[in-house]
Structure formats: C-alpha cells, structure tokens
C-alpha cells in the first residue's frame, strides 16, 4: 500500500474526475478508444462504459474485446468493438470509415493503443523490424485510423481527440529508441493539426503517462526502481483530461527534463553517455 494511492500526486499529475463529473461529460457519447483489450485502454473503456458512454473498442484481440461486450451489458453505457491490426494500414483506414458510416462521427477519439519495444542499438541493428513494429502501431496506424474520424469529427464541427502517449517523448533514454521515436511522431503530428482542428470545433490533448503496471511495462519490471501508476489512475488521469480537454498533461519534472535538454544539449548527451560508460542503462 504505502505511498501507491498518493501516486499520480507524488509523479505531478491530476486526480481522476468524480464518476458523477464524467458523465455529465460524455453521457450518451460516442467514444472511441483504440487498444482496449486490456491495460490502460480496457480500464477507460469499463469507466467510460459505468458513466454511460457509447464506446468502441479496437484493438486485435476479439476475444477479449467480445468479454469486455459481455461485461459492459450490465453498464449504464455500451460496448461495442471491432478487431483490428492498427499495422494493416488500409485496414485501418476501412475499420475508421465503416466505424463512421455505422455509429457516425465520434465525439471522442482516445489514441491509445500501443506497442513498446526496450531494447539497445547493439542489439537491433539487424531487426528493422523493431522500427516498423513500433511505428506501425504507434504512429503511421493511429494516423491511418484516426483521419476518417477526423473527417466526421471536422465535419460535425466538435469534438475532442486523446493520444496516449509517454513521459518518454520528454525524456529520450538509450533502450527506448524505437518506441519513443514512434510516441513523439504521433505527438509532433497531432502538435501540427491541432491548430487546424481547433478551428473546425475539435480539441485536442496528448498525456504524457508515466510508467504503468501492465504487460506493456512488464517486462522491464524492477529494472529500475522507477515509481509507477496502477491502470486505474491512469485511467483518472485520461478521465481528466476527458473532462478538461487540456492541451496536455505533462509531469513538471517531465516537462523540466525536456526543457533542460532544450536549453543544455551537449550537456544532456554528455550525461548519458557517461552513465551508459558506468554500466547505467536506461
Ligand atoms: N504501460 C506503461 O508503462 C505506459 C507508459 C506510458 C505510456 N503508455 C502508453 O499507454 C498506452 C496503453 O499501453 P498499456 O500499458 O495499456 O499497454 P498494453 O497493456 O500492452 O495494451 C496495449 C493495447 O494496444 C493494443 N494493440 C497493440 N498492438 C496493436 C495493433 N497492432 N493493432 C491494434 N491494437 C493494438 C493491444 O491490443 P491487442 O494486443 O489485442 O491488439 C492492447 O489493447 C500505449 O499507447 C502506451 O504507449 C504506457
């Protein structure tokens, strides 16, 4: 137990909306959100669902997707879901434009699916693989899906897109080249329409989550004593930004790690080398 309920506090983030906050928000609400077969995205789906929002689910795993369906019949809300490889990208582009033309235009897009790899340069520089894995997922898939809802978002005139992304973007460690390259493409993308958006009526706001306990985070589990959210508070934390559709939600000292290396570059580099010359590999 210890300091765990106190953590989205100690890592600088919000608390979650009160369930009363959140459905008056998005009661009745068509929200999408990718990857919600399990972690992050599975949690936020069941809470939007409690609050009566009308959700689709995406993510490859229909099994999972058909449980969480037989779950949500019991909630306020819907669960509906389609199976889909976000890496197939005119998969991708089909799954977003029947998804349209059968629920209509969301009122919330969640970009949270995901797929990270932790690995060294030395070790992949025979697997390209890594790289489109992760950028297919992660950015080239999350843009195919998500143009044909911003088409009917854009078109309706409101609306409200969420990319879960990670305090990595902020931060870039040696060991996570291929996922954090791909995290900060989508963000930098969503950073140059957002302008554009706004003018047609739909918000925008990129999460910079910190470490979550999930089979994402699992395999470098206790690699580092690194402090980490639960799946429900980061589901609060996106709760917020449902609720007040921030820009975004950056951890100050994320924030300070990102300004830091803006302003000292040579500074910044010259520290990670020398902690990757001691043995240190982050
Ligand atoms: N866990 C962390 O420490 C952490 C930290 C910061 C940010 N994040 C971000 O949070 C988001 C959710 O991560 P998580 O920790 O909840 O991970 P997770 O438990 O591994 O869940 C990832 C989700 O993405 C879906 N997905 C993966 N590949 C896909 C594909 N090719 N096509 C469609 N869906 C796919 C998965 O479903 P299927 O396998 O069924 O397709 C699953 O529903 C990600 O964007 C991640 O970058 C996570």
């Not at 009363?20 to 949690?43: D, K, P």
């Not at 879960?164 to 870039?172: G, I, R």
């Not at 493409?185 to 950073?191: K, N, Q, S």
Request: hydrophobic residues 50%; aromatic residues 6%.
């Amino acid at each position: 137990m210890g300091l765990m309920p106190l953590m989205p506090l100690v890592l600088g983030l919000p608390v979650g909306p009160a369930p009363v906050v959140l459905s008056r928000r998005l009661r009745g609400r068509l929200v999408v959100v990718t990857g919600a077969s399990r972690g992050i995205g599975r949690e936020l789906a069941l809470r939007l669902a409690g609050v009566g929002a009308r959700v689709v689910g995406v993510a490859r795993s229909e099994d999972e997707l058909a449980a969480l369906a037989r779950r949500a019949r019991a909630l306020p809300g819907g669960f509906d879901w389609l199976g889909l490889d976000l890496r197939d990208l005119a998969a991708a582009d089909l799954a977003a434009r029947r998804l349209v033309g059968r629920w209509g235009a969301p009122d919330v897009l969640v970009a949270n699916a995901g797929h990270s790899i932790h690995r060294y340069l030395a070790d992949y520089t025979d697997r390209f693989h890594d790289v489109s894995r992760t950028a297919g997922v992660n950015y080239t898939g999350a843009v195919a899906f998500a143009l044909p809802l911003l088409a009917g978002m854009t078109r309706s005139g409101r609306g409200h897109v969420v990319a879960v992304s990670t305090t990595s973007a902020c931060l870039p460690l040696p060991g996570w080249s291929a996922y954090t390259a791909s995290k900060v493409a989508f963000d930098v993308w969503l950073r140059c329409v957002a302008p554009d958006l706004a003018l047609a009526g739909v918000a925008t706001t990129t999460v910079h989550l910190p470490r979550v306990a999930t089979a994402m985070s699992a395999p470098t589990a206790g690699r580092w004593p690194v402090p980490e959210l639960t799946v429900a508070q980061a589901a609060d934390v996106l709760g917020h930004a449902l609720v007040t559709r921030p820009r975004h939600i950056t951890p100050w000292w994320a924030r300070a790690a990102d300004t830091a290396r803006a302003a000292a570059p040579g500074l910044s580099h010259r520290l990670m080398q020398t902690l990757l010359a001691v043995g240190v590999r982050p």
